[in-house]
T-cell receptor, first 115, second 116 residues
Framework: AQSVTQLDSQVPVFEEAPVELRCNYSSSVSVYLFWYVQYPNQGLQLLLKYLSGSTLVESINGFEAEFNKSQTSFHLRKPSVHISDTAEYFCAVSRMNSGYSTLTFGKGTMLLVSP | GAGVSQSPSNKVTEKGKDVELRCDPISGHTALYWYRQSLGQGLEFLIYFQGNSAPDKSGLPSDRFSAERTGGSVSTLTIQRTQQEDSAVYLC??????????????FGPGTRLTVT
């Protein structure tokens, strides 16, 4: 079984400041890693994913995450946040080499960006 | 193209009544998933469909919950004799089926169920 821990339920930050949202996972098998974002009153959208290859993955809107196998972490970072980044962020894992990719989610981190 | 759609967007029902929630996946997506998002529990997997069959129902919380999928497309999640603890947002997602690799799941906007 897999589990995902997001240590911070809420992260308040000022606009243009850097931010890191933490994610640790536990699994007895190799996993794929994902960050999803949920804007207010909207559905989940994939932000970025790690499947293989380079351990640093980037999204089109300036977020990046680094897979660290030894620390079983996949923290999400952005060097300068905008008001529009206010949303809930979910880290998720799925098993590699399974016939399908059921996602196990963390409990989410609410990013609150203020002016 | 159209994304995943769900209906209704909101449903208020009385305790003990049955409800049906509908999901229309993206055309051509053979894999379909139901998740539940509730306060305190976060996002939980309920059931997975590949085509019309459900090889993984391990997340269904009780036998009051059932789901079906017809024509490899639309899926219905049914909750019988609803309880207050069933109040949550029910999310549907679909993806291509790759037979091994992990494809992105596209989520619908969800159905907010409130049991009074």
């Amino acid at each position: 079984a897999q589990s995902v821990t997001q240590l911070d339920s809420q992260v308040p930050v000022f606009e243009e400041a850097p931010v890191e949202l933490r994610c640790n996972y536990s699994s007895s098998v190799s996993v794929y890693l994902f960050w999803y974002v949920q804007y207010p009153n909207q559905g989940l959208q994939l932000l970025l994913k790690y499947l293989s290859g380079s351990t640093l993955v980037e999204s089109i809107n300036g977020f990046e995450a680094e897979f660290n196998k030894s620390q079983t972490s996949f923290h999400l970072r952005k060097p300068s946040v905008h008001i529009s980044d206010t949303a809930e962020y979910f880290c998720a894992v799925s098993r590699m080499n399974s016939g399908y990719s059921t996602l196990t989610f963390g409990k989410g981190t609410m990013l609150l960006v203020s002016p | 193209g159209a994304g995943v759609s769900q209906s209704p967007s909101n449903k208020v029902t009385e305790k003990g009544k049955d409800v049906e929630l509908r999901c229309d996946p993206i055309s051509g997506h053979t894999a379909l998933y139901w998740y539940r998002q509730s306060l305190g529990q976060g996002l939980e997997f309920l059931i997975y469909f590949q085509g019309n069959s459900a090889p993984d129902k391990s997340g269904l919380p009780s036998d009051r919950f059932s789901a079906e999928r017809t024509g490899g497309s639309v899926s219905t999640l049914t909750i019988q004799r609803t309880q207050q603890e069933d109040s949550a947002v029910y999310l549907c997602a679909s993806s291509q089926y790759s037979g091994g690799a992990s494809y992105e799941q596209y989520f619908g906007p969800g159905t907010r169920l409130t049991v009074t």
